[in-house]
């Protein structure tokens, strides 16, 4: 596999079909990942074992077929699960405890979301109070020249778009998107906190970003100045609420560790988990009653798009076509 970052004491015998343990895949970070899997080993006994990657899991996979010896994958964002499921890499997690925790729209037979992610538009704070913004206002002519955003093809903003087909039809959503590239201040390029460090540096108003990084940029000393010089806006509070991508887990088609792994998947879901997924990287649980951190709750309240995103991801490959054919990141 390539890039991986870490594969503590994990692979050759430590890493088999040994009873009471977890042989875990993860695109999620150590500094995340490593104290939940700590908390459940110690509420459980069930030992785990992870090997952290930025890529090639998928590819691994396949490779290793029925010898993997891999029971779940963490990922960070929708994109991927839908991978997994459509290479035939995932099994049906059946779990009353799971259904329980987790609403329906986040969850499918073969995936199951753990964490929410709004995708937020930031204003400077210069134009003042925008939190009645909506997506659609990004077309309009009022952000002529005002815009930066991350490639249009980023798993981020292809599930946005998606659900702006899902929402308005390809026609409508042709217009959108070319009424958004005709307001770009620059060739979409970098990731989301590169967007607010453009708003403080002056060269756009307003970019599309995920919640959780208004919270990584006000606690690191080096991009609290971005941070202090947007408001986060929950987009289409008045009508049909902000769109959220998700991170999640399945579970593997050929685990050898079933009944330990969908325990760590139901814990996964549980307060604790949930509640750490909030406090240490500033996301929404989506377990309801969870409480959020003390900067997240801060943010406020926000209503959420209640299109199921399985129903959002079925035009993942139109709203590539349309991206393409408004040439978005050209």
């Known amino acids: 596999m390539k890039k991986i970052i870490l594969a503590a004491a994990l692979m050759g015998s430590a890493f088999g079909a ?125 952000y002529k020249g005002q815009i930066c955003t991350r490639s249009g093809k980023h798993p981020y903003n292809l599930g946005l778009v998606s659900s702006m087909i899902a929402h308005h039809g390809e026609e409508k959503t042709l217009e959108w998107l070319q009424g958004v590239k005709d307001n770009l201040a620059r060739r979409p390029q970098g990731n989301d906190r590169g967007q607010v460090k453009a708003i403080k540096e002056g060269l756009c108003t307003v970019s599309l970003g995920n919640s959780y990084y208004l919270g990584k940029m006000i606690t690191d000393e080096n991009q609290k100045a971005w941070a202090d010089a947007v408001n986060i806006n929950f987009p289409n509070q008045n ?40 406090s240490v990287n500033y996301e929404y649980p989506v377990k309801e009653g969870v409480e959020l951190s003390e900067l997240v709750a801060s943010w406020g309240d926000f209503k959420v798009d209640s299109i199921a995103i399985s129903e959002a991801a079925k035009y993942r490959a139109d709203a590539l076509r349309l991206l393409d054919q408004v040439k978005f990141d050209l």
């Open 239 to 278: 009508n049909r609420g902000t769109h959220v991508n998700v991170s999640g887990v399945v579970l593997t088609k050929h685990s050898k560790n079933q009944d330990s792994a969908l325990k760590l998947i139901e814990f996964l879901t549980q307060d604790t988990a949930q509640g750490m997924y909030a």
């Open 18 to 142: 040994l009873a009471e343990q977890v042989n875990i895949y993860s695109y999620r970070q150590p500094f995340l990942i490593e104290p939940i899997l700590e908390k459940f080993t110690e509420q459980t006994g069930i030992k785990t074992n992870v090997v952290f990657a930025k890529s090639g899991i998928v590819e691994r996979l396949q490779r290793e077929g029925k010898l993997s010896p891999a029971d779940i994958v963490l990922t960070s964002n929708f994109a991927v699960l839908l991978q997994l499921e459509e290479a035939g890499l995932t099994q049906t997690i059946n779990s009353e405890e799971v259904n329980k925790n987790v609403p329906a729209q986040f969850r499918d037979e073969n995936w199951v979301a753990l964490t929410k992610r709004a995708r937020a538009i930031y204003s400077a704070k210069t134009l003042g109070d925008k939190s009645d913004i909506n997506y659609e206002d990004l077309a309009t002519a009022e």
